[in-house]
């Protein structure tokens, strides 16, 4: 094992013992948890991803994907995190392929539904860099305006290629997560802050994120120009009322959304025709999360 593996590794151990982030414990005020006793608790549990993902994860990492230490540090990590140590797993060189297949399955998140479909982002034109870069793929000059309408035509797939391919496959995680969202509307690293807040998610005819124990329910039309946001059956469990609160109606409807009382649900449409907007998106979420925050029992 490498000098920077071992580090990396090492990070991971001593955060998790020191926040007792796999047993929650210190949250409560017990005593902390021998990292052993915590790597066996762990290794009890399911892994969060497949075998094909967790081997590939671990060997990035530099650990025994057999171990009690590495299903316990690769179940404690962020989604995004698993994502880009699973992208790596492919080499340097990777392509507009292995990314969607490693979206789906650590997120399971089908992306080639989402271009096969023309689902998600229903935009004008893409962002200037993805725009200036397909244009060179087709042997334009790319300040040329003119194989716009071509490439707006293009399933999502084929442009998030030719971009991949124009930078000669030499993307970096971060990068590719941000290609993701600016050519399909999929935002990995806000949906991989979302895991276990209670806030459940459908956008591009799946759930993107969702649990048992979810108090709000958030659903966006195939095209996320539409969002409509109600109360989820645990909600009704722990309030014993399934009537969104007035605070929330109040804050949301702030916002532009429209309370329909006969269905019991905020809805939103933007007004431009096009996807709702990623600032726009964090708003809202912020203020769901923190309506969340204050009744959830856990």
Do not use: C
């Amino acid at each position: 094992m490498n000098h920077v593996k071992k580090v990396i590794i090492y990070t991971l151990i001593t955060i998790m013992a020191l926040t007792g982030a796999s047993s929650g414990a210190s949250a409560y005020g017990a005593t902390a948890v021998n990292p052993s006793q915590t790597y066996e608790a762990q290794a009890q549990q399911e892994a969060k991803y497949s075998k094909k993902v967790m081997s590939a994860v671990s060997e990035t990492l530099g650990m025994d994907a057999h171990s009690y230490e590495a299903k316990a540090v690769i179940n404690q990590l962020p989604q995004i995190k698993v994502w880009e140590y699973y992208l790596a797993s492919f080499g340097k060189k990777v392509k507009g392929p292995e990314v969607r297949r490693a979206v789906e399955e650590v997120f399971d998140i089908d992306l080639d539904l989402v271009s096969n479909n023309d689902y998600g982002s229903k935009l004008a034109i893409y962002p200037a860099p993805i725009m200036e870069s397909v244009r060179a793929s087709l042997k334009q000059d790319p300040a040329s305006t003119a194989k716009d309408g071509l490439i707006m035509n293009m399933t999502k797939n084929e442009v998030m290629d030719r971009y991949i391919k124009q930078s000669n496959y030499a993307l970096a995680g971060g990068q590719l997560s941000l290609l993701v969202n600016q050519i399909f509307g999929v935002n990995l690293v806000g949906i991989s802050g979302l895991e276990g807040k209670q806030l459940a998610i459908s956008s591009k005819g799946q759930w993107i994120v969702k649990s048992e124990r979810d108090l709000i329910l958030l659903e966006s039309s195939l095209d996320d120009v539409d969002v409509a946001i109600y109360a989820g059956a645990y909600f009704e469990e722990v309030s014993a009322t399934k009537a969104l609160p007035e605070e929330l109606i109040v804050k949301l409807t702030a916002l532009g959304f429209i309370y329909q009382e006969e269905s019991n649900r905020l809805y939103y449409r933007n007004p431009t025709g096009e996807s709702v907007p990623d600032a726009f998106k964090g708003q809202v979420i912020g203020i769901l999360l923190g309506f969340i925050a204050g009744v959830s029992p856990r």
